[in-house]
Structure formats: C-alpha cells, structure tokens
C-alpha cells in the first residue's frame, strides 16, 4: 500500500513538472506580434546632428550610436545629419538632412507591416526587402517602399501646413517653447478631441483605442507636419476630424529651431 502510494506521489510530481514546462515552452514560442518592445528598424547616425523622439516622450535625446526603434519612434536630422534605418524586411532607408520621420506598425491579416512617415525633409531607399512589409506615407498619400524611389511621390515635396488667411508673421517672443507649455496647450483642446471620438461613436459604438498626434511648432507658432496615427482607430472622418482640431491649434512664437513632438490620446 506505501509502495503504490509513492507512485501515486511520483505520478502527480511528474504530471505537474510536465505541464510546467509545457507552460513555459509555449510562453517562450509564442510571441505577441504587436509587443510595444517590438523592434521595427535599428536607426545608425551616419553625419551630423540627428536625435530620437520615442513614443510617449516629448524631449528629443541625441542619436549617438545605433538604436532601436519602435512604434511611433521618430528620428529628426539637423545640419548635415544623416541617419540610415534598416529594417527586419531587409529594407533599407536613409533619412536625408534636415528630415523628420516616424515609424508606425499597422496591424494586418498577416500580422503586422511597418509604416514610415515621413513628416519633412527627403528619404533614399538603399536597399529592398520584402514586398508589403514596409510603406511610406507621405503628403496623405501611401505607396509600397519597393515602387516609391521611382514614384512622384518621392519627388514631391512634403506638404507643410498653410499660414491662416491675412496671418502676418509676429514678432518673436521668449527664447524657445517649454514641455509645459506644449502639453498646457494641446490638454486645452481635449474637449474638441472627444467632440471628435464621440462622433465616431455615432458610427460604431464599439470603437476605441489609442491614437498620437505627431506634429512640428513652427517658430511663429503654427503647426505643420500634423499627422494622426492609429492602430486601431482608422476611420477617416475620425482622422479627419482630430486634424481639424489641430489646425486650430496655436502656440507663442519663440526663438530657437522648430519643435517635433507628440501628444497621444486615449479613447474608450
């Protein structure tokens, strides 16, 4: 009787380590496509200036050895500065001088593919990878890197927005645009922005999800280079709204270079 007891013990013993591992194993192989820590491209300061501004963050640091990069990362270059990404696809882009461009991952039916913005400035495609993997946006348009260095689009300059009619360039004033102010002025609009989502809702009153606004303060306090990006919110007339919203948007003038930064937003 003591004797099948301890087998009975044994068995249980071995049972439960078995499906541990089994747990374990499968922890380890399976992998979430879409993890924040998911490395898109791995940014290599080749000349120059150049910084990072990392999803989430509103304080650029400077690019001083190769990085990774992930969703909604961006990379600015200054004078001179050039920068190259390459891709897990094999892809490979170098970001010109005085650019901006912020990386996006765009859920699909095979998982993911990435999507590079390109905000201001020029890109070079240097090397191809795979087909529908990687997408350059750029002026509202959207083309497959593989066909955009041959395209218009990549000849075409980036669409800045326009100064309001009769709005004459002011005098400047302080000596640069503080993070607080930046976030001050942006949560002051938070009203029209859920003006925005709650006509989504009207239209699908399961929506929500995250989306980032990417933009860059001119000196004289308008905005240009005003990109939405989401994951999961795609609908136009939502984009388009939010857009609106930011065209309205205006901070002091200030003196210094211009500011690219970010403001995410959360609906539910």
């Not at 090397?127 to 990549?154: C, H, M, V, W």
């Not at 919203?245 to 937003?265: C, D, K």
């Amino acid at each position: 009787m003591e004797s099948r007891k301890n087998l009975l013990i044994w068995g249980f013993l071995a049972v439960g380590l078995l499906l541990i591992g089994l747990s374990f194993y499968l922890s380890r192989s399976t992998s979430a496509p879409l993890s924040p820590t998911l490395t898109l491209a791995r940014a290599e300061p080749l000349t120059g200036e150049a910084a990072v501004l990392r999803n989430g963050l509103n304080v650029k640091e400077p690019l001083k050895r190769k990085i990774s990069l992930g969703h909604f990362d961006s990379i600015e270059t200054r004078d001179l500065g050039e920068v190259r990404l390459d891709f897990e696809s094999a892809y490979r882009v170098r970001v010109k001088e005085h650019s901006l461009v912020t990386l996006e991952r765009v859920e699909d039916q095979d998982g993911f593919h990435t999507v590079l913005i390109l905000k201001r400035g020029q890109i070079q495609i240097e090397n191809y990878g795979r087909e529908g993997d990687l997408f350059i946006a750029k002026n509202g348009e959207r083309i497959s890197a593989t066909d955009y260095q041959e395209s218009p689009l990549s000849r075409a300059p980036v669409t800045e927005a326009e100064p309001s009619p009769g709005w004459t360039s002011p005098v400047k004033e302080g000596t640069g645009l503080t993070e607080k102010e930046i976030q001050e002025t942006m949560n002051s609009h938070r009203t029209s922005f859920l003006k925005c989502y709650s006509g989504l809702l009207q239209k699908d009153a399961q929506a929500k999800g995250e989306a980032t606004l990417t933009f860059t303060v001119e000196n004289s306090g308008k905005l240009s280079a005003v990109e939405v990006t989401s994951s999961n919110l795609q609908q136009d007339d939502f984009k388009k709204c939010l857009i609106e919203v930011m065209n309205r948007v205006e901070f002091r003038p200030f003196e210094g270079s211009p500011i690219s930064t970010l403001f995410p937003l959360k609906f539910e």
